[in-house]
């Protein structure tokens, strides 16, 4: 199988290693911007965030301080687009989404599937450790 990428080291990257959780100001909404950063599955680890990150997808992670991440798993992380509706699965070596997010709909969807070979296999080695995620 084709190297994946390391899907956290993409998301530092894209970061700038800065939280990327969104605040209001008196007159604007900026990115919180504060260090040290930790990475947030926005579709979690058991909907489906894994098989994403199986084929090197990083759209449904945030680089978040601790204290935006805590807020994304309290009540309201919904609300406040720290967290995502839906979930994947695999079929026949299909990945697909189903959900209300438009990216991963476009790009997932019943009705477009991603070919990805042997993503059970990777999907396996990755759980039990018996790979680094740069090897996938």
């Known amino acids: 199988m084709a190297n994946v990428p390391d899907v956290r080291a993409l998301v530092m990257k894209r970061s700038l290693e800065r939280c990327e959780a969104m605040v209001d100001l008196p007159r604007a909404r900026t990115r919180c911007g504060k260090w040290p950063v930790e990475d947030h599955h ?3 680890r058991s909907r489906g965030g894994l098989i994403l990150d199986a084929v090197g997808e990083i759209y449904h992670h945030l680089a978040l301080c601790p204290w935006h991440h805590r807020e994304a798993h309290a009540p309201g992380g919904h609300d406040k687009g720290l967290m995502m509706h839906g979930a994947v699965v695999t079929s026949a070596g299909r990945v697909y989404y ?7 709909r476009e790009r ?3 009705n477009r599937p991603l070919e ?4 059970r296999e990777a999907l396996l080695r990755a759980q039990s450790g ?3 995620r740069g090897d996938l």
């Open 98 to 104: 189903k959900g209300d997010d438009d990216y991963l």
């Open 130 to 132: 018996e790979t680094a």
């Open 108 to 110: 997932y969807g019943y």
């Open 116 to 119: 990805v070979p042997m993503v």
């Open 42 to 44: 926005m579709l979690t």
